[in-house]
């Protein structure tokens, strides 16, 4: 199944507004085996609508509109395709009744301008809105001399059979169409849908083309298997896709790709899916019933921020030290201060002493220290920007591994928190 999106609005195009609704709804559909094959943004003048509208029903089996369904008046693309189409039109109360009862509970007079979004097509589905005025349309153009007539897809024989026009807002747009356009599409398209089997692996601590290196070798004998690769700031998604007709089939050949990717890239497989570091380093502590504390000077708090952001940290991260100063590591932890003096803030020992002390005053199972110059001031020959040592404490001792990571500063506290996350993750795998 051919699916065509348009997503409609000025803001999109001038910036205003990120698009998200071409990666939202690209995801959910491939996941019913449905291919978004096109993307078009258009603004909110009739004509742009109108040339998408008219190339995109010649050529898709579904064609999805987003935007321009309220009653401002910028949006037209209601009355835009009733009028292309001809389409006759009647008021739908129920739609009605929900804009009524919206505006009640508020306590607002309702403009009578609102109340056009219960017009509606005749031969339409209504997708009624649980959070917003504005109701989806899905129209059936089973008829495809409909189209030829009204001159779409002259040249060619057009070949839309449904057209789905979806609110804007991605709090509307969302539960509108997970709850009532992906079931009307499985059931329109029933039998015509190939299986789809699609698997991402995160990956941490390589590159994207060791990472393409390890695994494309072994995966070559795998029969229609597509391999991508998304690198992002320090890690890497590994994805596999499989597409069949028979689910048995299609499901050996994944499991097969799977077990040869978890062979060569191992550990280095963080998670399955769609998943955080932190969050699965925060899994692993309440697995093993273990607690972390840290203690940062250059990455400020941002490893115990993104530890903190995960939902039930709490049982394993017991306190973080920000320790940015020199003072502030001799009065906070108790790092000696001979060793400043000898070696620089920036350096093995310290790193040594942070995760130690930390590791000491807190009675933590593990602490994480870092402390590193993130630039873009403050490098020298011998301590270039961007140089930074990670430390792990545990009661089995401590491990200092030095790493350079030349970045913006924001880069530089991820990549640098991700290192740390890491080395904390396979210590306690190894337990
Ligand atoms: P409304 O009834 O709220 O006016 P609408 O169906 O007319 O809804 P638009 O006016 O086109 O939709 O868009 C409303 C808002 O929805 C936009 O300001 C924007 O915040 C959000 N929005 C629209 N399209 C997208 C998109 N493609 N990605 C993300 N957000 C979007
Ligand atoms: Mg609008």
Redesign the pocket.
């Known amino acids: 199944m051919r699916v065509e999106l348009i ?3 000025t ?2 195009l001038m910036g205003f ?6 990666a939202y709804l690209g995801k959910k559909l491939t996941g019913i085996g449905a291919s978004l094959v096109r993307q078009v943004c258009v603004n909110d003048t009739g004509d742009e609508i109108r040339t998408a509208l008219e190339s995109a029903l010649a050529e898709a089996d579904v064609v999805i509109t ?7 008046s ?2 037209i693309t209601r009355d835009l395709v009733i009028q292309m189409l001809q389409l006759k039109t009647h008021k739908d109360l129920k739609a009605l009744e929900n804009i009524e009862a919206r505006f009640r509970r508020r306590s607002l007079e309702l403009p009578e301008i609102v109340k056009s979004q219960a017009i509606v097509p005749d031969a339409a589905r209504v997708l009624y809105n649980e959070h ?3 109701p989806g349309l899905a129209i059936p153009l089973s008829s495809v001399a409909v189209l030829v007539d009204r001159g779409i897809g002259s040249s060619k024989t057009p070949r839309c059979k449904w057209l789905i026009m979806l ?4 709090r ?1 747009l969302k539960p509108m169409f997970e709850e009532q356009v992906l079931p009307l599409l499985e059931k329109e398209f029933q039998g015509n849908l190939p299986v789809i089997d699609c698997r991402v692996f995160k990956v941490v601590g390589m590159g994207e083309s060791s990472v393409a290196d390890r695994i494309e070798p072994v995966l070559k004998g795998i029969e229609g298997l597509e391999i991508g690769y998304c690198a992002r700031i320090g890690e890497v998604d590994v994805r596999l896709v499989l597409i069949g007709k028979e689910q048995s089939l299609v499901q050996a050949k994944a499991d097969d790709a799977e077990e040869k990717v978890r062979r060569v890239l191992d550990q280095f497989i963080y998670a399955k899916g769609d998943f955080s570091l932190e969050e699965v380093v925060v899994n692993l502590l309440c697995e093993k019933q273990k607690c972390v504390v840290t203690a940062e000077s250059c990455t400020g708090g941002y490893l115990a921020n993104r530890i903190t952001m995960i939902s039930g940290s709490s049982k394993v991260f017991k306190e973080g030290w920000v320790t940015y100063s020199n003072e502030a590591k001799v009065k906070m932890l108790g790092v000696p201060g001979h060793l400043i003096i000898e070696h620089g803030a920036v350096s093995e020992p310290v790193a040594k002493s942070m995760a130690e002390t930390a590791l000491e005053k807190s009675g933590a199972d593990y602490a994480l220290a870092i402390t590193g110059i993130a630039g873009p001031t403050g490098g020298t020959e011998e301590k270039p920007v961007g140089t930074v040592f990670i430390g792990l404490a545990s009661r089995k001792g401590t491990t200092v591994e030095k790493f350079r990571y030349p970045m913006d500063r924001e880069t530089f506290k991820f990549v640098t928190s991700q290192t740390a996350l890491n080395l904390l993750r396979k210590d306690l795998l190894s337990l």
């Open positions: 997503t409609i609005g803001e999109l507004v990120l698009n998200t609704h071409a987003t935007g321009g369904l309220g009653p401002t910028d949006d917003g005025t504005a609110p804007g807002p991605p509307e």
